[in-house]
């Protein structure tokens, strides 16, 4: 337990430090977002029908724009190497750093949604409703996304790779995230059923993420 | 213990590095790898860390504890020293101990090998001799019985050198084992591993 808190901690910290990156995700959120009303215009009603699919396609793609770190960073500079030979299980140390992922890179754009929910037109029931999808959802991004990351870990300039890798994987979670707040806003259907769906989908990726990611790093060191 | 390697082939990105290669090593010895640039020193060594698969043959450690495989009883320093720049000296070095499993002293281990005046300095700033010092005090923070030095003593200077030289008669002294990649002198008694180059054909 010590290692994987001393793990989390580390990199948590490092995320946080100057040069860590965990902003650049919120930045670039927020650009997405703010930019957004100018592009299609003073269309009220409009924007509050697109607001959800906005935020979560911002969230998305900020979330994408770190996740090349997760472990190139560690490879780079040798920890992977310890990671793998530790007595810590593998798949454990691979989730506590996507946990410590989400904590600095995640967590933060569930929080600056209320406030780019203004910017959408979007009112109190709608904006806690997104901000509820996204704080169940961003998880499953941040999980599923590790595959991808451990996938190409071992390629300089692997980024795009990884996009390329991870967008698929993604689909479904934008697919009900969005759902369930549209349900909120304008019906018919009932939030529970996506959110649930949604709730499903990280569950999931909690389990099967860490073994996939755990897996290909140990065949993909060289 | 009994650290031992038999018929060992190594293949990378196609080509063999090294085929048939026996080696042995016990508690209290020194191994010092040699031969040229190219000749599977590194690769050697990554292959008992568990960080390569072997193509061919075994290596065990005999006498070690059951539950454990090799990885796990081992520690590496290699090329890369595994420390962040945006983390302290003390930050780094508690974080692998942590990691790692003990509950040592970091402190103490700081001033072993001479940081400790440069405990809360990040690691940006150390000089390539300072991070080797660093690396060394995280083989004397958690205790494992099998060290893998890939050229240990590289940027360390004449004192620095000597320092490594007494922390590695202690670990022999104390049981452990030892196998080093190095081209300069280790400065204990080790048994030496001549690796040939071997320009060559596919595997």
Same mark, same amino acid.
């Given at each position: ?145 590790? *595959? ?52 499903? *989908? ?21 | ?203």
């Amino acid at each position: 337990m010590t290692a994987l808190a001393a793990l989390i901690r580390r990199d948590v910290r490092i995320a946080l430090r100057v040069g860590g990156g965990a902003l650049i995700g919120v930045l670039f959120f927020l650009t997405v977002v703010v930019l957004m009303p100018f592009a299609i215009g003073p269309d009220i009603p409009l924007l509050t029908r697109l607001g959800p699919a906005i935020l979560w396609l911002g969230a998305l793609l900020a979330s994408l724009l770190t996740l090349d770190r997760l472990f190139m960073a560690d490879h780079e500079d040798g920890s992977l190497d310890l990671i793998v030979m530790g007595r810590t299980p593998l798949e454990l140390a691979c989730a506590a750093k996507a946990l410590a992922h989400w904590l600095a890179a995640g967590l933060p754009l569930v929080v600056a949604t209320p406030v780019l929910g203004l910017l959408l037109n979007l009112d109190a029931t709608a904006t806690s409703a997104v901000a509820l999808t996204l704080l169940v959802g961003t998880p499953a991004l941040t999980f599923t996304g590790m *595959i991808g990351a451990a996938l190409a870990v071992t390629l300089h300039r692997g980024g795009l790779l990884l996009a390329v890798l991870v967008l698929p994987l993604s689909v479904p979670v934008l697919i009900f995230g969005v759902a369930a707040s549209q349900a909120v806003i304008v019906g018919p259907t009932p939030f529970g059923t996506p959110f649930s769906i949604l709730c499903a *989908i990280s569950l999931v990726s909690f389990v099967v993420g860490p073994f996939a990611a755990a897996a290909s790093l140990k065949h993909g060191l060289d | 213990m009994r650290l031992s390697g038999r018929g060992v082939r190594c293949v990378r990105g196609g080509r063999e590095v090294f085929s048939s290669l026996d080696f042995e090593a016990a508690s209290g010895e020194a191994v010092a790898v040699t031969g040229p640039n190219g000749a599977g020193k590194t690769s050697l060594l990554r292959l008992i860390a568990g960080l390569l698969a072997p193509a061919g043959g075994s290596i065990d450690l005999e006498g070690g504890e059951a539950e454990l495989t090799l990885p796990e009883q081992a520690h590496y320093l290699g090329h890369r020293d595994a420390l962040k720049p945006a983390l302290s000296v003390l930050e780094n070095l508690s974080f692998w101990r942590d990691f790692l499993g003990s509950s040592g002293d970091a402190g103490q281990n700081l001033a072993r090998v001479g940081l400790d005046h440069a405990m809360h300095l990040p690691a940006a700033f150390l000089s390539a001799g300072q991070r080797r010092r660093l690396s060394i005090a995280r083989l004397l923070s958690v205790r494992r019985p099998v060290w893998l030095l890939d050229e240990p003593t590289s940027a360390l200077d004449a004192a620095g050198q000597a320092m490594f030289a007494g922390v590695m008669r202690e670990h022999l002294a104390a049981g452990g084992l030892i196998v080093a990649a190095t081209h300069a002198p280790l400065g204990i008694e080790a048994r030496e591993l001549r690796m040939e180059l071997r320009i060559g054909g596919a595997a």
